[in-house]
């Protein structure tokens, strides 16, 4: 038996399934029918760098944490890097518009990398607390842009994802018009259209969730869903103000975000948006999902209750480290526990079932000193394989017993240096994982009792790139004139072939040998681009990218032109 690398590239805990049950696999929260680029190889998941796009309900303000500096403290994102500024709307022309804050992204020389995800949220303040004077036709155009430069940075190339947001009803704000829930619905069928113009463009979709939360407060720890309560707004009140949520509505949209990249990553990742993934929205709270809070206690140390049910539970430990110089420097640790239910995995009979139990500790530290920034996170696994099944015609049963362990250990180093009329932008990194399957018996109930020998699978994955971003150059006439390009490159340094051995009772004298062979991995990609402005407002962008991995070529054109009124 030769397991190809696609079958088993989800994750080390996937691999662990893959060594035991020859294909069960399971839609939990580590290991997924649609491949999740998010998935550790140490188990669970968590995104690289989350880059989020939007208004002040992504910000920090008087009211509290915002939902992304929540899933960042829950240790979901390992980097927040947040562009949304109060206030901002997705049309064009504005100081703070949806593609001035990719202006801003784009100008740091930073480029969207493998197991990032980009998030646009926006909406609110194009609807405003009177409605739209031109039936959302600026927003729209305006969001549309800003899409398709994402798409063009890279933010849906392999197996990344954006994330664009549809919207709470707005129109249940204490502040806003009540009668505005027409445009809302228009904006979040507008944003579901976005969506479906590519497999790596996600709806997430608010709209559904705060509809059950406004019929059913108490389901989600809240006694107020129409009063403004400043005090009680991180307790059991949904409105901090008239237009903002507290830090309890904050954190269910945070849950609504980890959910789609966790549980709810299969469908979310197949159905189209629309009614058909609302519809499977409303399954999953229905079975409890979203119904669990992330806990706050002050701003220096966070503690953070994980798990959305008793499957999944634990506790993250996330310091802000002030103290130190520099600025972003945290250290976090994380305790948890994970049980993953598999039926029928050993047989086709009805009763059948296993499990998969995973508890271990993680722990990170991300400190920005000077030019250089560095992240560091080490994560350390025990997983127990337990199976049942019982055949009643043979009056048979049989239990058997697997354990595990898994080390994962990452550094990533970046930068930038401004050199005359250019900004360089690079940036390096290794990652070292580690798989060791214990020896143990197995048998199934149409087999006699086996040994299973594996070896220990190791890899570890090299990657550096540059960004490079040109200063404005003016041009005749008020026209400005900025270049860019990046290069990237990941290469494994080291994948083991993992050697199964198997010796039967049944056959005595007789040892199967069977490999999963990984070979090497490695990934490149080249992108330039040219933007020029012009004095009337008029915008032209021109890119090109080709991406290479494992000799297999892609590539992407681009011309987008864009007018301020």
Not at 242 to 269: P, Q, V
Request: aromatic content about 8%.
């Amino acid at each position: 038996m030769k397991l190809t690398r696609k079958q088993v590239s989800g994750s080390l805990l996937g691999l662990v399934t893959v060594l035991l049950l020859a294909g069960c696999s399971s839609s939990g929260d580590g290991i997924s029918a649609v491949p999740n680029p998010y998935v550790l190889e140490s188990g669970g998941v968590q995104v690289a760098t989350m880059r989020t796009f939007g208004d002040s309900y992504s910000v920090r303000a008087a009211w509290g944490a915002p939902w992304n500096e929540m899933l960042a403290a829950q240790g979901r994102v390992q980097v927040l890097d947040n562009y949304a500024v109060g206030g901002a709307q997705a049309a064009v022309g504005l100081r703070n518009s949806f593609n001035v804050q990719i202006d801003r992204f784009q100008n740091t020389g930073v480029g969207i990398g493998d197991r990032d995800l980009t998030v646009a949220y926006f909406g609110y303040n194009d609807i405003g607390r009177g409605g739209s004077v031109d039936g959302l036709g600026i927003a729209r155009a305006g969001y549309q842009l800003g899409v398709n430069r994402l798409i063009d940075a890279g933010a849906t190339a392999g197996e990344r994802r954006l994330f664009v947001t549809q919207i709470h009803d707005w129109s249940r704000n204490p502040r806003v018009d009540p009668a505005l829930r027409s445009e809302v619905v228009a904006w979040n069928d507008f944003v579901a259209n976005v969506a479906n113009q590519s497999p790596n463009i996600v709806a997430v979709d608010l709209f559904t969730v705060f509809e059950r939360v406004y019929q059913d407060p108490g389901a989600f720890g809240l006694v107020n869903v129409t009063d403004v309560n400043p005090s009680r707004a991180g307790v059991d009140f949904l409105y901090y103000d008239g237009l903002h949520f507290g830090t309890k509505g904050a954190s269910i949209i945070a849950r609504t975000y980890n959910h789609y990249l966790t549980r709810g990553w299969d469908w979310a990742n197949s159905l189209a948006a629309g009614a058909s993934a609302a519809g499977r929205l409303q399954q999953d709270i229905d079975s409890g999902l979203l119904s669990l809070q992330l806990q706050q206690s002050n701003e220096a140390l966070e503690v953070f209750q994980l798990g959305p049910d008793a499957a999944e539970s634990g506790m993250v430990l996330d310091f802000a480290m002030n103290s130190l110089p520099g600025k972003n420097s945290r250290l976090g640790l994380a305790l948890l526990t994970e049980q993953q239910d598999f039926g029928n995995a050993l047989s086709p009979v009805s009763d059948a079932d296993g499990t998969l139990n995973s508890a271990g500790v993680a722990s990170y530290v991300r400190t920005d000193m000077g030019p250089i920034s560095s992240k560091t996170q080490i994560s350390a696994l025990e997983h127990t394989r337990r199976d049942r099944a019982y055949d009643e015609l043979m009056d048979f049963g049989i239990r058997t017993r697997a354990n595990s362990s898994s080390l994962s250990v990452q550094q990533r180093f970046s930068s930038l240096v401004n050199l005359g009329g250019v900004t360089l932008a690079p940036w390096a990194g290794l990652t070292h994982h580690t798989l060791q399957l214990k020896t143990d018996r197995h048998q199934s109930l149409y087999t006699s009792p086996t040994q299973v020998q594996a070896s220990s699978y190791n890899t570890l994955m090299a990657g550096s790139g540059l960004n490079i971003i040109g200063h404005p150059i003016s041009l005749a006439h008020g026209a400005e004139l900025q270049l860019n390009a990046s290069l990237s490159l990941e290469q494994s340094l080291y994948r083991d072939s993992v050697e199964i051995s198997f010796r039967e009772a049944a056959l005595s004298g007789v040892v199967q040998r069977e490999t999963i062979d990984f070979g090497d991995m490695e990934r490149s990609k080249m992108g330039m681009g040219a933007g020029l402005s012009l004095h009337n407002g008029l915008n032209v962008y021109l890119g090109y990218s080709v991406a290479e991995q494992d000799g297999q070529l892609a590539d992407q054109g681009m011309l987008t032109i864009s007018r301020r009124f």
